[in-house]
């Protein structure tokens, strides 16, 4: 079976081969599990999600489409040595790009010790969003746990455009046979750093951040913009961050906890000083993104995106326009309170890390995802590559303490004083 990508998928595509995107999903385990297990299980849910299943062909005029084949989830084996260990490994990994052309869209990395292992899931950014991968990774578990899972067909992945009432068909394409450029095979390694936050410290960033009238989201923006401001921003700089904001509750999906694209990226812009008021950019944050009429922004896009890719003659021209609209200092992706369980049999799920994404053009990336009772920061950024290696990773160590120490002053100072 095969159906042709959506308006938002085709961008991801075409954006993938010049400034890759693809992102990993991350579980550090407690627990044992052998080799032969994991493959079982993926070939199950490989069978279960049906955007595991495809590659992309173009066809006689160049369109894109997901094509199905019977290739397997490639899974690599790793012996763990430390905590850190898994850090490395996901920055080699998220410098060789997914191949487009080659099914499946994505690998699996597993680093295993007696005691605890990290598994590792790399997506392309066509088939899948950061909840896709958190989805993923709780099948796999639920099926190292016992679970079965039953095959749906490709017709049940539906793109974001085809799930969202009011869109209506693309325009018939009439553009003439375009060449692609092959997949990157190199790039530069992407930096990851990750603070796992206390369950106390958790619990007053949400408490406090309600009471500031805003959101943990917001919060965690301010911390991150009011960074920036402290390395290479001018007081003059208008910064832009981009939101990925989750649509699945607004669609029509057969399966609404699938692997598919299924986002909007909204953005907001600050005018920020170093000493701006910290729960003033945080309220910022939140009133620019409830202003934003997310349904009617996806079907606007469209509308302006499709019948020019529809049409597409010169796809580099079109990922230089894309770049321009999305490109923004600052990409924060919260994937907000996970609801999934922590034990699964005999393993147990002690963090998760989503979305780690490796992003081709300058900005910096924190991913944000809240499991049970600890929330947990990953920030990635991706050097030029002429860049020296050490002085971009001290540059991003220092963003990311510079970000913790923000939330530690707007949170825990404040609730020293209110104790006091």
């Known amino acids: 079976m095969e159906r042709y990508l959506g308006a938002f998928e085709h961008l991801c595509w075409l954006y993938n081969q010049c400034y890759p995107l693809d992102f990993a999903t991350v579980a550090k385990l407690q627990g044992q599990f052998s080799s032969e297990q994991l493959s079982t299980v993926l070939r199950q849910v490989q069978q279960h999600h049906p955007l595991l299943r495809v590659r992309i062909a173009t066809d006689a005029i160049g369109q894109p489409k997901f094509v199905e084949t019977d290739d397997e989830i490639p899974l690599r084996l790793v012996a763990r040595t430390n905590d850190r ?3 490395a490994e996901l920055e080699v990994e998220l410098a060789r790009s997914l191949n487009w052309q080659v099914a499946p869209l994505l690998r699996v990395i597993l680093l295993q010790s007696e005691a605890e292992s990290e598994l590792m899931i790399i997506c392309h950014h066509a088939i899948a969003d950061g909840l896709s991968g958190v989805y993923l990774m709780r099948d796999i ?19 974001l455009e085809s799930a969202l009432p009011g869109i209506a068909p693309s325009p018939e394409a009439t553009a003439k ?3 692609y450029p092959p997949a990157l095979s190199r790039r530069s390694r992407p930096h990851i750093h990750t603070v796992l936050l206390s369950p106390e410290f958790t619990q007053q960033l949400i408490q406090r951040s309600r009471s500031e009238h805003t959101t943990v989201h917001g919060a965690i923006s301010a911390a991150f913009l009011l960074a920036l401001t402290q390395q290479d921003v001018k007081p003059s700089d208008v910064l832009r961050c981009l939101h990925p904001v989750n649509m699945r509750s607004q669609l029509s999906l057969p399966m609404p906890e699938g692997v598919g694209l299924y986002i909007c990226n909204c953005t907001t812009t600050h005018s920020l000083r170093a000493d701006s008021a910290f729960w003033d950019v945080a309220r910022s944050v939140k009133s620019q993104l409830s202003q934003i009429d ?16 529809a049409n597409l003659t010169d796809a580099t021209a079109l990922v230089e326009a894309a770049k321009s609209q999305y490109f923004c200092q600052l990409n924060v992706t919260n994937l907000g309170r996970i ?9 147990r799920i002690k963090a998760l890390h989503a979305p780690v994404v490796a992003s081709g053009v300058a900005g910096r ?18 050097p030029l590559m002429d ?3 050490a002085e971009s990773d001290r540059s991003a160590t220092a963003f990311l303490l510079s970000g913790v120490k923000h939330l530690e002053c707007a949170v825990v100072q404040e609730v020293a004083s209110e104790a006091a």
Not at 141 to 159: H, P, V
Not at 294 to 309: K, N
Not at 339 to 347: E, F, K, V, W
Not at 365 to 382: G, H
């Open 294 to 309: 997310i349904a009617q922004q996806i079907v606007e896009e469209r509308q302006l995106r499709q019948p020019t890719m």
């Open 141 to 159: 578990l639920q099926g190292l746990g016992g679970k079965i899972f039953e095959r749906s067909e490709l017709s049940a992945a539906l793109s």
């Open 387 to 389: 860049v020296d290696r």
């Open 85 to 87: 260990h898994w850090q």
């Open 365 to 382: 990336n924190v991913e944000v995802a809240t499991l049970s009772d600890r929330l947990a920061l990953t920030i990635s950024s991706t």
């Open 339 to 347: 609801d999934m369980a922590q034990q699964y049999g005999n393993l």
């Open 177 to 179: 046979p375009t060449d």
